[in-house]
């Protein structure tokens, strides 16, 4: 078992550290938005490390969409080249976690959908497009 690497942001490493503490009854909600969010547990891609990210839970049927917006930052989040290097993931859903494969969404037909749910789901996501000049990278994990 690869050692686990808790991230260096507070908020972050809180959050993660609230929402396993609690088995997923407590912390269930991304910051101050108060809308639902899940933790992603996936492998670094340079460490080889377990990493843990919390992320706003948008579901298509027993899929999940990971949007990584960034707050429309320039670049985007490590766990984006986590993801792409290594697709197998762990979510966890408040206390159901579930093994799952993600890959990034590449179809635009596929993509404008679940974009359109994302944002369904978070509003603020069309804010973030407009600040960055890069495509924000949307993946979707199915079960393994």
């Known amino acids: 078992m690869a050692e686990y690497i808790p991230s260096p942001r507070d908020w972050v490493r809180e959050q993660v550290e609230l929402y396993e503490g609690s088995g997923g009854t407590q912390g269930t909600t991304l910051r101050e938005t ?9 492998t670094g891609n340079q460490t080889g490390a377990v990493r843990k990210t919390p992320l706003m839970r948008v579901q298509d ?57 994302s944002v369904a ?6 804010e973030y497009q407009e600040r960055t000049t890069r495509q924000i990278p949307v993946f979707i994990a199915e079960p393994a």
């Open 34 to 42: 108060g809308l639902p969010c899940i933790i992603v547990t996936h």
């Open 61 to 117: 049927g027993n899929n999940y969409v990971l949007v990584a917006s960034m707050g429309g930052a320039p670049t985007n989040p490590v766990w984006v080249y986590n993801l792409r290097a290594n697709p197998n993931v762990e979510i966890r859903d408040h206390t159901e976690v579930y093994t799952m494969r993600v890959r990034e969404v590449e179809d635009a037909a596929e993509r404008a959908r679940l974009w359109d749910l």
């Open 121 to 126: 789901a978070y509003p603020p996501y069309t």
